[in-house]
């Protein structure tokens, strides 16, 4: 298994260097002190949500490959019936 993970603070640098580099693009003053608080504001709330993203896939892919090794081992417990499979093995 793969043991990769990125930080809050590396995503918080990714993310505000690429919202600097796109707004030096445009048309627009120099950038000011407020406007630079405000965009490490923002980076850094927007890697905390790619950080749980990142998290939450990373838990579903190791839950997946769980899953398959049991399967394959011949672990896996039956889940529940519906009814209507219930009504067909009466």
């Known amino acids: 298994m793969e043991k990769t ?5 590396a995503l918080q640098g990714l993310i505000n260097d690429s919202m ?13 002190r407020r406007v630079k608080k405000l965009l490490n504001r923002n980076s850094k709330k927007l890697a905390e949500v ?4 990142l998290k939450r896939e990373l838990k579903k ?5 769980k899953f398959m090794e049991d399967a394959v081992k011949g672990k896996v417990k039956k889940g529940k019936k519906n ?8």
């Open 50 to 53: 790619y950080a749980d993203i």
């Open 5 to 9: 993970k990125t930080s809050k603070k």
């Open 61 to 65: 892919k190791k839950k997946a490959e």
């Open 83 to 90: 009814k209507a499979e219930k009504k067909e093995a009466e």
């Open 20 to 32: 600097r580099e796109a707004i030096g693009h445009l048309e627009l003053p120099e950038a000011t």
